[in-house]
């Protein structure tokens, strides 16, 4: 599978949410969009999953124009929006069963892939009368994974999927989401770095509609690499001070002191060691970047 992004604008009355966006989106290894909110991450799945339609550009599925033809992506996609719809009358089984209907999943299939799949997101101990509006915004999302992975689909698009999980139920998501990856072609957004971090092959980082970075996390990392220190101020030091020599990444008050992690082009103390980036450092490189610019 493989999905071509090009020269993707999307514009909603005066604003940009997308502006010029190309990508090139393949199976084999997790894709994290990471970026703020109001970056264009959802603008940009909902454009993909074919909910809406893009101002100006292309997208090609297996080099198949899925703009003219949204069905060609629809039959081999499974999406989670950030907003998970959910019928709130239904209960976990009476909804996924439904959903099986509109996926045109025959009954006896349907049976065994819904317990599969509430198995694999904790959703078997749920009191089988218990109907969604009773559900927590947690418990939601992961109604909302099974719904997505339903009739296995080839491209997995999640939106935001770790929102309001705790972080066991994040631990299992990002797990069964790289292993998904193996085979399909799986793209999560979050504005949550550390849910990427250990996971994703492939990082884009959105801001302001725009592409601020497409490639590894291991490149986006050793840009960063003469740009990460580590420091220790005594107790007293206010933090004010340490924001005024860079972008302050993290703040730990130690026994020896306050224990800082800050990006800057230049050694920012006497005794600041250069330490090797976390992509949360790298982002926050980027970032500093872009601010130049
Ligand atoms: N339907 C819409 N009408 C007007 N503005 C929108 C609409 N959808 C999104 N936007 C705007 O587009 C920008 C990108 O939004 P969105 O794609 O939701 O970002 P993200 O998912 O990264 O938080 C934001 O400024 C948002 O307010
Ligand atoms: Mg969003």
Not at 5 to 19: G, H, M, P, T
Request: charged share 20%.
């Amino acid at each position: 599978m493989e999905i071509k992004v090009e020269n993707l604008s999307k514009n909603f009355k005066n604003k940009k949410a997308l502006n010029n966006v190309s990508l090139d989106l393949q199976s084999g290894g997790l894709i994290g969009l990471i970026g703020p909110n109001g970056a264009g991450k959802s603008t940009l799945f909902n454009i993909l999953t074919t909910l809406q339609k893009p101002t100006t550009g292309k997208i090609f599925l297996n080099n198949k124009d899925i703009v003219k033809n949204p069905s060609l992506m629809q039959k081999n996609m499974g999406f989670m929006p950030q907003k998970v719809p959910f019928l709130p009358n239904l209960t976990l089984k009476e909804y996924l069963n439904y959903i099986a209907g509109i996926k045109g999943i025959p009954a006896r299939n349907a049976k065994m892939e819904i317990e599969s799949l509430i198995t694999k997101f904790n959703l078997l101990t749920v009191p089988k009368k218990q109907t969604l509006s009773h559900f927590s915004g947690g418990m939601i999302q992961r109604v909302g994974m099974c719904v997505a992975l339903m009739g296995n689909p080839q491209i997995i698009v999640v939106d935001e999927p770790t929102a309001g999980l705790d972080p066991e139920e994040r631990i299992n998501l990002r797990n069964i989401l790289s292993e998904l990856a193996t085979e399909k072609l799986v793209i999560m957004s979050t504005h949550i770095i550390s849910d990427i971090e250990a996971v994703a092959n492939k990082i884009i980082v959105l801001k302001d509609g725009k592409v601020k970075y497409d490639g590894s996390a291991i490149d986006l990392m050793s840009k960063a690499s003469k740009n990460v220190w580590s420091m220790t101020f005594p107790t007293q030091t206010s933090i004010k001070e340490i924001e005024k020599l860079g972008k302050v990444s993290s703040i730990v008050q130690t026994m020896d002191g306050i224990q800082a992690r800050i990006i800057a082009n230049q050694k920012p103390t006497a005794n600041s060691i250069n330490v090797k980036p976390h992509l949360e450092d790298a982002y926050l490189f980027l970032e500093s970047e872009g601010d130049k610019a």
